[in-house]
């Protein structure tokens, strides 16, 4: 008789998942002030609550599991795959880690955590040197590293959906807009008109596509 290895329960992974990527995190954000301090905590409170359904116990399985299982028949969704909630509702039934949600997620991740570490160095330069960052990530849109978190816990959310995550998703990107806002209103305090310039001519969340495959060097505010 062969023994199968738990579903969940594996609590040692959901730990040591969320210490790795809370770490990774806390490397690139550095977070100082109290507001930074809070708006960090709570993404490692999203972390964590992930990797706890993930590896641990299936609460959002176990809450919709009546709905799941007559709308759904045939699958057994107390199994690691049908974690992945996308590709079960949508039809995926072969390895749902080859799925498109899954594959998209792993863009969604790895952008954002690309996003987040290309944009520290140059937020640290800028700042030892008391100027404003305006190159690499900054010469496209002027809040990289929070757009690089919310990148990372949509891919998240596509990859492996919760009722738990999906509730704090909103909350925390509206904690990195309002943290956005402060620092603007701090920088415009710093730098004056040269902010003025370079907020107008680079947006804040969302960077202008054409102009962003159609620039050859690096834009830098006067």
Do not use: C
Request: net charge positive; aromatic share 18%; proline share 6%.
């Amino acid at each position: 008789m062969v023994e199968q290895s738990p579903t969940y329960g594996l609590w040692g992974l959901a730990i040591i998942n969320s210490a790795v990527f809370i770490l990774f995190a806390f490397s690139f954000f550095k977070p100082r002030t109290g507001r930074e301090w809070r708006s960090f905590g709570a993404f490692s409170a999203f972390l964590v609550a992930l990797f706890a359904e993930m590896y641990g116990f299936p609460l959002t399985i176990y809450l919709l599991s009546g709905w799941l299982q007559s709308r759904y028949p045939g699958i057994d969704w107390f199994s690691h795959d049908a974690g992945h909630l996308s590709e079960m509702m949508f039809g995926w039934r072969l390895n749902p880690h080859f799925g498109p949600f899954h594959v998209l997620s792993f863009f969604l991740i790895g952008g954002g955590f690309m996003l987040i570490s290309t944009a520290w160095p140059v937020l640290y330069e800028a700042q030892r040197h008391n100027r404003l960052a305006t190159s690499g990530p900054y010469a496209s849109i002027r809040h990289p590293q929070y757009v690089g978190f919310v990148l990372v816990m949509a891919g998240f959310l596509v990859q492996w959906p919760t009722l738990l995550t999906l509730a704090m998703f909103p909350i925390l990107v509206g904690m990195y807009v309002r943290l956005s806002f402060i620092e603007e209103r701090e920088a415009r305090k710093e730098f004056g008109d040269a902010y003025d310039r370079y907020a107008a001519r680079v947006p804040a969340y969302f960077p202008h596509l054409a102009r962003l495959f159609g620039s050859g060097g690096e834009r830098r505010a006067p």
